[in-house]
Nanobody, 122 residues
Framework: QVQLVESGGGLVQAGGSLRLSCAAS????????MGWYRQAPGKQRELVAA???????NYADSVKGRFTISRDNAKNTVYVQMNSLKPEETAVYYC????????????????WGQGTQVTVSS
């Protein structure tokens, strides 16, 4: 089995910063893309940022220039540094990853963390 565990969420004032971490563990053969998503109450889950195993990144337009995604392949961990946070970015932030497991044929699947709450106060 594979587990993704997020950490680093919390309460921050508008304009503040947070750094989220997500560590993958378990029967991992390889990790392809990893990403951060968020879901605000009453809204659909949306992509915040993603990063490939080679380090190529992709960001939602709304966070470009303020958020930075990175990963440590040796630790199977992805991070997102979030600066200049806005109240409308209050949401549950989820880590997702495209992972091949060690099972026969190295099956590939999408795995998700349990989410971490980020609250930005005005």
């Amino acid at each position: 089995q594979v587990q993704l565990v997020e950490s680093g969420g919390g309460l921050v004032q508008a304009g503040g910063s947070l750094r989220l971490s997500c560590a993958a563990s378990g029967s991992i053969f390889s990790i392809n893309a990893m990403g951060w998503y968020r879901q605000a109450p009453g809204k659909q889950r949306e992509l915040v940022a993603a990063i490939t195993s080679g380090g190529s990144t992709n960001y939602a337009d709304s966070v470009k220039g303020r958020f930075t995604i990175s990963r440590d392949n040796a630790k199977n961990t992805v991070y997102v540094q979030m600066n200049s946070l806005k109240p409308e970015e209050t949401a549950v932030y989820y880590c997702g990853a495209d992972i091949q497991t060690t099972g026969w044929g190295h099956p590939r699947g999408d795995y998700w963390g349990q989410g971490t709450q980020v609250t930005v106060s005005s």
